[in-house]
């Protein structure tokens, strides 16, 4: 069983940057791929962006490129999103999620339904 726990949310204006973090309990976490996902009011969960096991692949969704970047300390089991020139489109409760596999397919990746771990969420709200 993995435990994961999301902090770092919060507010922040238009244009500013976050740091998201997701320490996760249990073993094996360095054989993972972990991945962050957002869920906006009214809105199904969205892909954001995934990492591989040892932090040699990642995978962003189109909207995120160049301004989110995914990253894992294995020592302290704890993956991170940097998220930087946010947007008001961007705010919503954001979740990481863990598949027991340690690399994914780019295309099957970006799919909730893979990944057997879920956190709980943090919110961040981009104001205009």
């Known amino acids: 069983q993995v435990q994961l726990v999301e902090s770092g949310g919060g507010l922040v204006q238009a244009g500013g940057s976050l740091r998201l973090s997701c320490a996760a309990s249990?073993?094996?976490?360095?054989?993972?791929?972990m991945g962050w996902f957002r869920q906006a009011p009214g809105k199904g969960r969205e892909f954001v962006a995934a990492?591989?096991?040892?932090?040699?692949?990642?995978y962003y969704a189109d909207s995120m490129k160049g301004r989110f970047t995914i990253s894992r300390d294995n020592a302290k089991n704890t993956v991170y999103l940097q998220m930087n020139s946010l947007k008001p489109e961007d705010t919503a409760v954001y979740h990481c999620?863990?598949?027991?596999?340690?690399?994914?397919?780019?295309?099957?990746?970006?799919?909730?339904?893979?990944?057997?771990?879920w956190g709980q969420g943090t919110q961040v709200t981009v104001s205009s």
């Open positions: 249990g073993r094996a976490f360095n054989a993972y791929t």
């Open positions: 990492i591989s096991w040892s932090g040699g692949s990642t």
């Open positions: 999620a863990a598949d027991r596999h340690p690399e994914i397919d780019e295309i099957v990746v970006i799919i909730t339904t893979i990944y057997d771990y």
